[in-house]
């Protein structure tokens, strides 16, 4: 499984940002999906996750301001980030976890929040 993100960038405090992560190879192994995010000099942390059934889970830090959804036949993760605060900069990275427990990770991109 591959995982390739796009959306991230720089935006004021208070403004909006969509991620998207495309998933390709054996995409049919895969249950959950979801957004982490790693700021400098500290530990990766979930954002939100999405099952295959369209369970969601979501970080209390980021509840009732981002939402994650989850496109099955394009194979692709959403995450639409609104009411935006400095702390949410961080590199976001895309996760799947097949049904195994295995996890795919994307290779990160960044998301910066100024006041």
């Known amino acids: 499984v591959q995982l390739v993100e796009s959306g991230g960038g720089s935006v004021q405090a208070g403004g909006s940002l969509r991620l998207s992560c495309a998933a390709s190879?054996?995409?049919?192994?895969?249950?959950?999906m979801g957004w982490y995010h790693q700021a400098p000099g500290k530990q990766r942390e979930l954002v939100a996750t999405i099952s295959s059934g369209g369970s969601t889970n979501y970080a209390d830090s980021v509840k009732g301001r981002f939402t994650i959804s989850r496109d099955n036949a394009k194979n692709t993760v959403y995450l639409q980030m609104n009411s935006l605060k400095p702390e949410d900069t961080a590199v976001y990275y895309c996760n799947a976890e097949n049904y195994r427990g295995y996890n795919y990770w994307g290779q990160g991109t960044q998301v910066t929040v100024s006041s």
């Open positions: 190879g054996i995409i049919f192994s895969i249950n959950s």
